[in-house]
C-alpha cells in the first residue's frame, strides 16, 4: 500500500515539474518576443533583390523568396510582390516572402505579309499579341485586303501584347497612278523600258556579281513606292566581271564570321533575311577560331543569324 502511495506521488510530482517547464518555457520565449522591436515593413516592390535586401537588413527582418512571374515592366530581379505588405507592424525578426520578376515576357513577331486582314488578326492574337493600326496604300504585288508591311517587321523581339501596325493593299492603282515595280532579278532593258514609257528619269549603277549578268540587284525607290514626274529611278545592275567598264574593282558585301573556342566540330548555319524572306546562305562544321567569310547578295534591309549546334548565338544586322 505505501508503494502504491509513493508511485502515485511522484507521478503527480512529475506532471507538476513538466506542467511548471512548459509555462517557464513559454513565459521566456514570451518575453524574447516582446523584447523585439516593433517595425514597420518597408516597400520593396519595384526593388532589385540588393536593395530590398539592404533596405529590410536595416529593420532586422529576413527575406524568402517564394517564386517567379513574368512582368511587363518591370525587369529581371525585380521584386513584384512582398507579404506582409509595406506598412504592416511586425516585430523584429520576421521573414518578408516575396515574388521575383522574370522580366518581360518576349515574343518573336510572325510573318502576316500577304495574309487576309482577318487571317492576319487570328495569327496575331495567336502570337500572344495586338492588331495596332491599319493603313490602306496601292500595291502592284499583293492583292486588296492583304498585307503589305507590318511594324515590327517579322521574325523581331517584343514584348507580349505588343501591337503590329499592318499595311493593307487597296488593290492596283487608279488612273494617273505610278507605282514602282519590283525589278530585282529583271532585266535592265525591262526596266528602262518602263521607265521611257512613263516619262521617268533613271539612273544605272553596276556592281559586281558573278552568273547575274545584266540582272538587276537593287532598286530605288522600293516596290510599290508611289512615284512623281520629277524622281529619279535609281537601278542596280550587276555585272559578270570583277571591273566595271571603266576598270576599277568593284567589292561586294561580305560578311565575316570567326567561330568561338570550343569544342570541336561545331556545325555553323547563317541564315539570311531580307526583303525576299529568309535563306540558308552557310551551312558547314568548322573547326574552333576558324573564319567564315562568304559574299552576299540581299534585297533591301538584312540581318544574319548565326547559328551553332542549332542554337542562335548572333543576329547582326546589315
Known amino acids: 500500500m505505501l508503494v502504491m502511495k509513493r508511485i502515485h506521488h511522484l507521478l503527480l510530482l512529475s506532471i507538476v515539474i513538466v506542467v511548471f517547464i512548459w509555462l517557464m518555457f513559454n513565459w521566456t520565449i514570451s518575453v524574447l518576443v ?16 540588393f536593395d530590398a535586401v539592404d533596405m529590410i537588413s536595416k529593420f532586422n527582418l529576413g527575406l524568402k523568396k517564394e517564386g517567379e512571374e513574368f512582368h511587363p515592366d518591370l525587369p529581371q530581379g525585380t521584386i513584384t510582390k512582398q507579404n506582409p505588405p509595406s506598412g504592416m507592424v511586425v516585430r523584429e525578426g520576421k521573414i518578408i516572402k516575396v515574388i521575383i520578376s522574370q522580366g518581360s515576357e518576349l515574343i518573336f513577331v510572325p510573318s502576316i505579309i500577304g495574309e487576309t486582314v482577318r487571317n492576319a488578326e487570328l495569327k496575331i492574337r495567336k502570337y500572344y499579341l495586338k492588331a495596332g493600326t491599319m493603313t490602306e496604300v496601292y500595291s502592284l504585288k499583293y492583292e486588296k485586303g492583304k498585307v503589305v508591311s507590318q511594324t515590327p517587321e517579322p521574325d523581331s523581339i517584343v514584348k507580349k501584347n505588343t ?41 544605272i549603277a553596276e556592281e559586281f556579281l558573278p552568273g547575274s549578268s545584266g540582272k538587276i540587284i537593287n532598286q530605288e525607290p522600293a516596290l510599290d513606292r508611289i512615284l512623281m514626274s520629277s524622281d529619279v529611278v535609281k537601278l542596280v545592275v550587276a555585272i559578270g566581271s570583277e571591273y566595271k567598264i571603266e576598270g576599277q574593282p568593284v567589292e561586294g558585301e561580305k560578311f565575316y564570321y570567326e567561330v568561338p573556342q570550343g569544342a570541336k566540330g561545331q556545325k555553323i548555319r547563317l541564315m539570311l533575311i531580307d526583303d525576299t524572306g529568309e535563306r540558308e ?8 577560331g576558324s573564319k567564315i567569310d562568304i559574299p552576299l547578295i540581299k534585297k533591301g534591309k538584312a540581318k544574319i543569324r548565326v547559328f551553332i549546334n542549332n542554337i542562335l548565338v548572333e543576329e547582326r544586322e546589315l
Not at 516582446?34 to 533583390?49: D, M, T
Not at 487597296?170 to 494617273?176: K, L, N, Q
Open 281 to 288: 546562305i552557310f551551312s558547314n562544321v568548322q573547326s574552333p
Open 34 to 49: 516582446h523584447q523585439r522591436k516593433e517595425v514597420i515593413v518597408p516597400a520593396i516592390e519595384g526593388k532589385s533583390l
Open 163 to 203: 501591337p503590329i501596325d499592318l499595311i493593307i493593299s487597296s488593290g492596283e492603282p487608279r488612273d494617273g497612278v505610278i507605282l514602282m515595280p519590283d525589278f530585282v532579278g529583271e532585266s535592265i532593258q525591262k526596266a528602262k523600258k518602263w521607265a521611257e514609257e512613263n516619262n521617268l528619269n533613271y539612273e
